[in-house]
């Protein structure tokens, strides 16, 4: 049985900044700390090199993609759709600090980034990322589409309410606030982007992906 590799993990803000050998570690620089900036790479070299660098240049970074589907299963599926916008979420806790981001699906270019806020979850990000890409294209008029690797999010867009369990607190009503917004822009606007579920078993990871674990 193979043995999991090692990562090293670059923190460019948190309680303390530098590499550390263990997510535990990692994690401890980034828990309650409002902005942290982490991600992991697989050597030690690479996480030094990273820390003099800008966190902006390396998030979403990952390593070369093969799939492990057969080739009728990917001619089926076929290719992304490039004239699009990928949207996604990253939340470390379940509640947890949370942000979001959409970018180019071909050039990963960055579109937008919201976060990180105090106390949300995936699944919120997810939606909030989605409405925010679906209000940004109708004011644009573009006709491209909105790539997600969320089921949940499409089906919460779809039925224009936020179905999550987070109750609300004063830590998380930044958050809330949010998520009020985007559905009362879903209730209140008529959009044609089409959404589509990002296929990862056949591309990788989503282009809008965080990258950091």
């Not at 700390?33 to 070299?45: D, H, P, V």
């Not at 690479?46 to 492990?68: H, P, Q, R, V």
């Not at 981001?101 to 960055?110: A, I, L, M, P």
Request: proline share 2%; with cysteine; net charge positive.
């Amino acid at each position: 049985m193979a043995k999991n590799k090692k990562k090293y993990y670059t923190v460019w803000k948190g309680h303390h900044v530098g590499v550390f050998e263990s997510w535990d570690d990692c994690k401890a620089q980034i828990t309650n700390f409002e902005g942290a900036q982490y991600k992991s790479f697989s050597t030690f070299e690479a996480a030094k090199k990273a820390l003099k660098g800008n966190y902006k240049d390396y998030i979403g970074k990952s390593k070369k993609f093969t799939s492990e589907l057969t080739e009728a299963q990917l001619k089926k599926i076929g290719q992304p759709n490039y004239n699009s916008i990928s949207v996604d979420a990253a939340s470390s806790g379940n509640p947890g600090k949370m942000e979001y981001r959409g970018v180019d699906t071909k050039t990963k270019k960055q579109l937008f980034i919201q976060g990180p806020f105090e106390q949300g979850t995936n699944n919120i990000g997810e939606f909030l990322a989605i409405v925010h890409g679906l209000a940004l294209l109708k004011n644009k008029n573009s006709k491209r589409i909105i790539y997600t690797d969320s089921r949940t999010a499409i089906s919460w867009v779809k039925k224009k309410n936020c179905n999550t369990k987070l109750q609300r607190t004063e830590k998380n009503k930044v958050v809330f606030e949010l998520v009020d917004r985007a559905v009362a822009w879903l209730k209140t606007n008529t959009y044609t982007t089409v959404i589509v579920k990002w296929e990862t078993k056949a591309w990788g990871e989503i282009p809008a992906d965080f990258g950091r674990k």
